[in-house]
């Protein structure tokens, strides 16, 4: 089994709204991600946990707030966003081991909305 | 910053005809992974390659691993509708960090 599942599907938000993205991998990946897709661009790195820490912050603005609960979850929590935050936001997990094992597995995504 | 370039960005064919795409860099990757995404759907991966010179196959799709695994390059025989989408490589240095190509739009014409 190869999925990481994310929910919602789809979210729409104001600007003073806070919600929460939610990830979920049973594959017993130990490095869990957060990308950020606008239209038409390849997928944007903004977080990644190795073993449930924070190992990159690819300096997002503080409105997003990453939260890894266990190995197998991830979420992140949206407060106060912009609308240039809507987009594409993607979850991915992977082995955390050198080589074929560096392959990022990614869920269906979320799409976002910020009115 | 590493670079991965993607050619072509847009390629439009009739079904039944070959193509390639290639991702080259000027930086040695330690893996490869091809994707492929369709509209507002998370990518789904097709293949990694970790071998310089390494060629996969997967059906009608061929992956190649350049020998300095500085490159790659994706081949499609006789194409067909269902292969229309975004197709992405992204090369692995370690620490978790993939470098992404901008992305080959693909459309198969019936």
């Known amino acids: 089994d190869t999925e990481v599942t994310q929910t919602p599907k789809h979210l729409v938000m104001g600007m003073t709204n806070k919600k929460s993205l939610k990830c979920e991998q049973h594959m017993g990946h130990r490095a869990m991600y957060w990308y950020k897709q606008k239209a038409k661009k390849p997928p944007e790195l903004m977080f990644v946990?190795?073993?449930?820490?924070?190992?990159i912050n690819e300096s997002v603005p503080s409105r997003f707030s990453p939260e890894c609960p266990n190995s197998s979850l991830l979420n992140l929590h949206l407060h106060a966003l912009q609308p240039e935050d809507s987009a594409l936001y993607l979850c991915?997990?992977?082995?955390?081991?050198?080589?074929?094992?560096?392959?990022?597995?990614f869920g269906p995504g979320t799409r976002l909305l910020v009115l | 910053t590493q670079l991965l370039e993607q050619s072509p960005q847009f390629l439009s064919i009739q079904e039944g005809e070959n193509l390639t795409v290639y991702c080259n860099s000027s930086s040695v990757f330690s893996s490869l992974q091809w994707y492929r995404q369709e509209p507002g759907e998370g990518p789904v991966l097709l293949v990694t390659?970790?071998?310089?010179?390494e060629v996969k196959k997967l059906k009608r799709l061929t992956f190649q691993f350049g020998d300095a695994r500085k490159d790659s390059s994706l081949h499609i025989t006789a194409a067909q509708p269902g292969d229309t989408g975004l197709y992405l490589c992204?090369?692995?240095?370690?620490?978790?960090?993939?470098?992404f190509g901008q992305g080959t739009r693909l459309t198969i014409n019936p």
């Open positions: 991915a997990s992977s082995r955390l081991l050198q080589g074929a094992e560096e392959t990022q597995y």
């Open positions: 946990y190795s073993y449930e820490k924070l190992s």
């Open positions: 992204a090369g692995g240095q370690g620490a978790q960090k993939l470098v």
């Open positions: 390659v970790v071998t310089g010179g």
